[in-house]
């Protein structure tokens, strides 16, 4: 598992190692059922505190991404398609949000939106 945090940035980074995690979870680049790295040992790794990389398990396990079982490691769960659907669909509005803030800047209408929508859609 490789996670790059960055110092500089705005996300906290507890929540770059939740956001890393899950998406190599969602593109099945960690399986379910996967032992993933102790709290001590990923603090360790990425050179911060144990903290940290308590909160981000907490948070992954919150959101159904991980079991935490004591004495025994923390795993990828077994989740829903639909969890991995829902992340998806977050994405994909983000992205939109970005591009409607971005074409408002230049006065592009909701129509000129949908329409290169369709054409990139339609390939």
């Known amino acids: 598992m490789n996670i790059i945090i960055s ?15 899950k998406k190599s979870i969602i593109e099945q680049d960690i399986l379910q ?14 050179n ?20 935490i079982v004591a004495g025994k490691g923390t795993f990828v769960s077994g989740f829903k398609k639909e969890i991995v659907f829902e992340e998806k669909v977050k994405q994909i509005e983000s992205k939109l949000e970005e591009i409607i803030e971005i074409s408002k800047m230049i006065d592009l209408s909701k129509e000129e939106i949908i329409e290169i929508l369709e054409c990139i859609y339609e390939g």
């Open 33 to 46: 059922g996967q032992l993933l790295p102790s709290i001590r040992t990923l603090a360790k790794d990425l």
């Open 7 to 21: 110092n500089s940035s705005d996300i906290p980074i507890y929540k770059q190692i939740v956001n890393q995690i």
């Open 48 to 67: 911060i505190s144990v903290i940290t990389t308590k909160r981000a398990y907490e948070e992954l396990q919150k959101q159904g991404f991980i079991d």
